[in-house]
C-alpha cells in the first residue's frame, strides 16, 4: 500500500502548493449538510403536519415547535458565526470569535422574531398555487407535493438572510433547494407575495431580479442578466417583472434594465431583452416558427 | 432565550390564525418520506440485483423479495390509509378510519397482484432506452444509470394508484423522482409500453396527456396545457402523442386537442399548439433562425 | 396475507421469464450507493475544509486525507472490481475474479496517483467560476456553492476511469452528480481546462464532444448529437467547441462535425447544426423573434 | 417459499391462540427504545458537556437546554399517554385517550418543574462518589466514567415517576440503566443524599428498600426479601440501610423488617437477615473461613 | 504522517506472522452485529407490539410478521451459511459453498417451522415471571422489562441451533444477551419449561447442565464444573437441578454428577458440589457466619 | 408550554448556581461515544475480519488496516487533545491548545508505533482462554465470543495510555467495555500475557492490582482494597497475584500487601486478606458451609 501512501504525500503537497483556493486553514466555513438540516427544521416549522413521520396534533404541536425551533436556532448560531468570521477574515480584520458569536446570535433571533411574518407571506405563495394549477387537488397536495413551493419556501429564508448581509448561508441555502427542485433563485432577488411557479426544472432567477405580486412562472424560465462583466458586480444586472404576470415554459428574459409590465403574459420560449408595457402579450410568431412536412423514410 | 419563547408563541399563534391551510389537526397526512422509502423497495422488487447493495442471488432472492414486499406493503397500507382519510373528510365524510384500513389494504394488495405485469411492460422501457441511445453499451448500464428509466419506473407504479383514485400518494410518488431527475410525469398520464426518456432534465408531461407505444423524448420537451382555467380542470388539457413519435429536445407541445400522428418527428426547441398528421417531420426553420457575424471586440 | 405470498411468486416467476435483463445471477454489479459515497469522498479530498462537517485543520488534515484515501480506495477497488467482472462476462470470458481483483487494485493505485494532477485542473475551474460570474462573492462561495463546480469535479473524475475503459462506474458517477445539480455530462467528454457552467440545470453534454479551454456554458445547453443510429455508436456524434467560447442558456449545437471556433459567442435559445467560424457571435434575430400585442382581457 | 409462508400462519395462529399475554391490540405499549432516547436527553441536561458529542459553551448552552428540554418532554408525553392508556385498561376503564393526553403533559410538566432540584441532589451523589474513590481524579472522571453514577441519576428520574404512579415507564428506565451497567435499582426504593455505588455489577436494591443519606455500596451487594410470595406485594419486604452506612462487595441483606444501623459497616459476602445496631461492624470471621493448604499437583 | 504508515505497515506484518489466530483469509465468519439484527426481529416476532417503535394492530400483524420473518431468514441464511463454511474448513473438507448454502436454508427454515412452539414455551417462561416476583405489576412489565425474560427467549433460540450442531452461532446469540443482561446461559444447557431468572446479573449456566420445570434462579447463581480439563469436553461437567428448585443470590453449585432434587432451595450464597435429594432445603448456617461489633472509631 | 420555559430557565439557574461540577465553560470533555468508536475500530485492526461486517480478505487488508488506523488515529488525537487541555487546566496551566496538539498526536502516534507489540501479547490471551475453557470449540469461536477477552483488548489498550499518563481517556475506555462485559480492569491494573477470564461479569480488579503471566479469573472476582482513604490514594492498594494462579467465581482478594503465590488456587467465595504461598490451595471449608434438611412445607 506504498502506492496509497505515496498519493496521500502527493495531496498533501497539493494542498500546500494551491493553498489559495484551498479552505484547511482558518476558521472553519459553514457546513452544507448543517444548513440543509436546519432547512428542514424551518420547513416543518412553516407547515407542521407536513414534513415530519411522527404524528403532529393540537396537544403536542408546541413541544415540537418548541424542540425545533432550538435545534434550528443551535445550528443556524454555529453557521452563522462560521459565516461571519469568514467576513471579517476576508475584509482582513482579526480577532472576531466571541463579536461574532453575538452577532450570529442576535441575527438568528432576529430571524426567528421574523418568522411568523415569513410564513404568513408563504400562506399567500400557496394559495396562489392552488388556484393557479388546475391540476391541484387541494391545499394538502400542494404543500407536499409542489417544488415550486419549496423553492420559495426556501428563498423567503435565504432572502431574509440576504438582506441581514450574513455571507455564504444564503448561497448554501438556495443550492440546497436548486439541487432538490431544479430552480435556482438567487438569494437577493425580491419576489412578493403570490408567487407560484409549476413544474420548476431549469428556472432561473438572478440576484438584482425585482418581482411583483401574484407573479406566476413556468418551468425552464431565466430571468437573467445580458451582461457578466464582473467588474459591474453591483448593478442591477437582472429584469423587473411587475404584478400579475404569467411566464410561460423556457421563456428567457433578460437585462436590469427590462421591465415587463404588470398584467403581462410572456409566452413559452420567447427572448426578450427589452421592455414591454403592462397588459402586453407576447409570444412566438405563428405560422413561420415551425417547418412541417411529411418524414423522410430513415 | 427569551426571545425563543417568544418565536414560539409568534408561530403559535400564527398557526391559529392562518389554520386554513395548516395541518396539525385531524388524521395525519401521508409521509414523504416513508413513500420514498417504499418506492425503493418498489423499484428493488421490479429490478432485483440491480438496486440493493448486499447480494441477491438465486437462492435468496425469494427470501429477498418476501421481506420487500411486505415491509412495501405495510408502509404503503398505511400511507394509503391517510389518504383515504384525508380524502373522506374533504368530501364531510365521519369516521372513516376502520373502513380506511380495510380499503387501504385491499388497494395495496391490488397493487401487488399487478405488480408482476407492471414489470413486464417496465422490459419493455428498458430495451427501448438500449435500442434507442447508442451510448449505451449494455442492459445493465441502462437499468443503473438511467434516469428516465427511474421516472417511467416510478410512474408506472403511481399510475396505478392514480388509477384507483388514490389522493396524494401518486403526486408524492411523481415529484419524489421528479426531484431526482429533473422528469415530470403527473400521474394521471397515459403512457404506452416501449417509452424512452433521454437525459431528460426539465421534461414535463401533463396530467392528461395520451402517448402512445414506442414514444422517445429528450430533455426538456413539455407536453403541457394552452388554458389553465381552474374550473376546465376534468377536461382533456394535454395532447395526445401516437405511437413510435420522436420529440427533440427543448420542444413544447401544448392542448388538448392537439394531436401528433404516429410516427411524427418534433425537432429540438420547436413550439406546437395544433395537430400534425403522423408522419410528420416538423423542425425550426433553418437559415434565418440564427444570426451570424463576427463577434465585436468586447 | 395469502394474497401477498402470491404476488412474491407471481414476482419469481417474473425474474424467471424476464431474465435477460434481470441480474439476480452472475457476480453483483456495482452499487450506486457505494460510488455515490466514494466520490463524497473524493470530492473532499479535492476540497478539505469545504465538505466534512468535522473541523479540518493543517495539523488532522494528513490524518483525514490518509483515511478518506483508503476509505475511497477500498470501496472502488470493489466497485471496480465488479465492474470489471461484469465486462469480461460480456465478452464471454470466465473465471476473472483474481485477474479481475489485480486489475481493480492497479486501476485505482493508477487513479490516486493521478489525482493530485486532476485537483490541479479543478483548481483552474474554480478560478473560471469566480472570474466568471459577478454574483460570486468569493473563491469560498464557488466551492461551497456552484453546482456546476461540482459537476466538473465529478466529470474529471469519472472521465479518468472512463478513458481507463472501466465499465458502468463512469456512467454512474456522471448520473449521481446528474441527479443533484441537472447537469449530465457523459464521461466520454474531453473538457479543456477552466471551465465554467453557470446554474447549469438542464445542460447535456454527449459522449463524443471536445471542448477547449476557458468554455463556458449557462444553464439548458445543449452539446448533442443529430444522428442517433446505434449502429453509428463509435463515430464522433457531438460537437466541437474550441477555446474561449460562451454559450448561453438553451442554446442547442448539434452534430459530430460542427465546429464552434475559438472566442465565439452563442446567443440563448440558439439551435445550430454547423459549424461557425472563430470569433463569431451567434444568436436569434431580434424583431420578429418575438410579437408583442396588449393582452386581451381573459 | 412456502415453507416460511407456513411459518408466517404459524406465528399468526400462534398470537391468536397465546392472546392473553400477545399485545397486538389495544392501545400500544410504551416503547424501550424511545424511553432510552429520553434517558439520554436528560441526563445531558443533568451534565451539560459531559454527554454530547458537540462543544457546548456557555453562549450555546440556553439552546441546548431548550432543544432537549422540549424534545424529552415531546417523547415523555407520548410514552406516558401510553402507559396510562394501559393503566386504564387495566382498570377496566374506557375511553381515557383525550383525558390521558392532559394527564401524561401535566404529568411531564411537573416532572420538568422538579429537575433542578433533582439535579440538586444528584450533585452531592458526584461529590459523595469524589470523595469516596481513592481511584477518582478529578470529579469529571465521576461524570465520565461511573456506571454508579449513571444508575443514581437515572433512578432518582424514574423514582420521581414511580411516586408519581406512572405504571411501565419507571420500571423501563431501571431496566434501561441495568443493561448499560448491571447495577438493578427497583423505582421504587427511596434513596437519600450522597449515595455511592463503586463498580456497582450484580447490585439488587428492592422496591421497598430505604436507603438513608451518605449510604455506600459495593459491587455485588444485594438488598432483597426473603419472602416472595404475591400475594404480599404490597408490604415492606426489602431493607432498610440508616445513614452513613457502609457495605462491602457481595454482601446480602435481606427482609423487610431488617434495619441496618446507622454508622455500620456490612464486610464483603456478609449474609444478613436480622437488624444490627448503629456504628455495627459485620463481617466473615477470619480463621476458619478458608483453608491453605499446598496445592496437590495436577 | 510516515510514522502511520508505518503503523500500518507493521500490522500487516502481524498479521502475517500471527495469522494461525488471524481471519483474514478463507471465508467470512459470521457477523455478530448481523446476528444481533436477526435476534432483535426474533424477539418482535415472539412478542409483537411490545419490541417495535411502530405501532402495531391486528390489521397489519400479517404485513410485520411476514417482513420480520423474511428479513430474520435472509440474515439467518448468509451466516449459517458462514458457520457452516467454517465448519467443514475444520474439519479438511473443501468446496461447500454450494451445499452450504442448501444446508444453512433448510436450517433455517427449520428453525421457523418449530418456532411457534418455541414462543408457546416462552408463554409458560412469562407466566412464571409474573408468578413468581411480588414486585411485577402486570405481565406487560415483565416483557417489556425483564432482563431474565430476555435472556431465556435469546437462549432458547439459540439452543434450537445448538442442538442442528449448528457452530458459533449459538454462542454469538448467547454472548449477545450475556452482554445486555449480564446473564451468561450456554446454548448447550437443556432448560425446561417455566423457567425465571430474577434481576439475573452474573448468572452462568454451563454448557451440560440439565434443569427441569419450574425452576427459579435469582442473580449471581452459577450453574459450573469442578473439572476444566479441555481433554475432557464431551463429558457432563455442569449439575442437574430437578422440577420446582428456587436458587437464591449467589448460590454456587458445581460438577456433573451433582444432582438438586426436585422442589428443594437453595440459600443464598451457598456453595454446593455434592447431590442434595428432594426437597431439601439448603442454607448458610446461621450465627457464625458473621461477627458483629460495634465498629471502631476511624 | 410556558411551564417548559420555566423549566429551562430553572435547569440554567441551576447550571449558575452548581457551577462547580458541571462542564458547560472551559474546553470540552473528551467524548464517550468517540472514544467508544475508535476502540471498536482498534479491535478490528487486533482481530480484523472478527469484527467488521464487509468481507476482509489478504488484498484488501491493507486498504482497511489504513482507513481504520486514520481514523482512529484522528479521533484519538482529538480526545487525547481535549484530555491534555483538562489536564493542564487542572494543573493551572493557561493556554496549551497549541502544545496539546502537538502532545497529543505524539502520544497516538506513539501508541500505534506499539500497537503491534500489543497485539502480539493479545494472541498470547487468546491461546490462553482456547486452551482453559473446555467448552471453547475452536479458536474463532474465543475471538467471536467470549468477553473476558474483549475486556482484556480493551484493558491493554487503555493500559496503554494510563501509562503515558493521559488523564480520563484510559477510564473511559475502561468503563466502555465494563458496560458491555460487566468487567471492571481499572486501566492502572498491570497484567502479564496468557490471562483468561471467564463468563467475567462481576470482575472487578483495582488500580494497583498486578497479576503475572497465565493466571485465569472466573466471574465475580474481586481484587480490591481493604482500605479507602482518599488521603491513601497513590499507595498500591489491591493485591499482587503471582503466575499460574487460578481464582473461581466469587472470591474476594483485598490488601496492597497481600500476595498470592505463583501456582496457588483460590476456591469459589473464598474471601482472602493475607499472603498465601506459591501452590497454595485455598477454599471453603467443607462440611459447615451448607445446612441440608428436608423443606418444610410452605
Redesign the interface.
Known amino acids: ?8 504525500e ?6 500546500e502548493r ?1 493553498g ?6 482558518g476558521p ?7 444548513v440543509a438540516r436546519a432547512l428542514e427544521d424551518l420547513e416543518t ?1 412553516v ?5 415530519e ?1 411522527d ?13 425545533l ?3 434550528a ?2 445550528a443556524l ?2 453557521e452563522a458565526e462560521r459565516s461571519l468570521a ?1 467576513k471579517y477574515r ?1 475584509l482582513g480584520k482579526d480577532g472576531c470569535p466571541a463579536a461574532c ?2 452577532e450570529a ?1 442576535d441575527l438568528v ?1 432576529g430571524f ?2 421574523e ?2 411574518a415569513i ?2 407571506t408563504l ?1 399567500t405563495d ?2 396562489a398555487a392552488f ?5 391541484a ?5 400542494v ?5 415550486g413551493l419549496e423553492a420559495i419556501v426556501v428563498h423567503r429564508i435565504a432572502h431574509w438572510f440576504w438582506k441581514a448581509e450574513l ?2 448561508i444564503p ?2 441555502m ?2 440546497t433547494v ?5 430552480i ?1 433563485i ?1 438569494p ?1 432577488a425580491c419576489i412578493g407575495r403570490r408567487f407560484f411557479i409549476d ?1 420548476g ?2 428556472v ?1 432567477i ?2 438584482t431580479t425585482l418581482i411583483g405580486e401574484g407573479v406566476k412562472l ?3 424560465v ?1 430571468l ?2 445580458l451582461s ?6 453591483a448593478v442591477k ?1 437582472h429584469p423587473t417583472i411587475e404584478d400579475s404576470v404569467t411566464i410561460y ?2 421563456a ?1 428574459i ?1 437585462g436590469g434594465a427590462t421591465v415587463v409590465g404588470a ?3 410572456i ?7 427589452h421592455s ?1 408595457p403592462p ?8 405560422g ?9 423514410p430513415a
Open positions: 500500500m506504498e502506492a496509497l501512501g505515496r498519493a496521500v502527493g495531496l498533501l503537497s497539493s494542498y494551491d489559495g483556493v484551498n479552505h484547511s486553514t472553519n466555513l459553514p457546513s452544507r449538510a448543517a416549522l407547515f407542521p403536519g407536513f414534513r413521520e404524528g403532529i396534533d393540537d396537544t403536542n404541536l408546541g413541544l415540537v415547535a418548541g424542540e425551533v432550538h435545534r436556532a443551535r448560531v454555529r469568514y476576508l458569536h453575538l446570535r433571533l426567528f422574531a418568522l411568523p410564513r404568513a400562506m400557496v394559495e388556484a393557479g394549477d388546475p391540476a387537488k387541494s391545499v394538502a397536495e404543500i407536499l407535493a409542489y417544488p455571507p455564504l448561497r448554501i438556495s443550492e436548486h439541487g432538490k427542485t431544479g435556482d438567487h437577493g413544474h426544472t431549469g432561473v438572478g440576484e413556468y418551468q425552464g431565466t437573467g442578466a457578466v462583466r464582473k467588474e459591474e458586480g444586472r415554459s423556457g428567457t433578460l398584467g403581462s403574459v409566452g413559452g420560449n420567447v427572448w426578450l431583452t414591454v397588459n402586453s402579450r407576447v409570444y412566438l410568431p405563428e413561420d416558427a415551425v417547418l412541417v412536412e411529411p418524414r423522410r
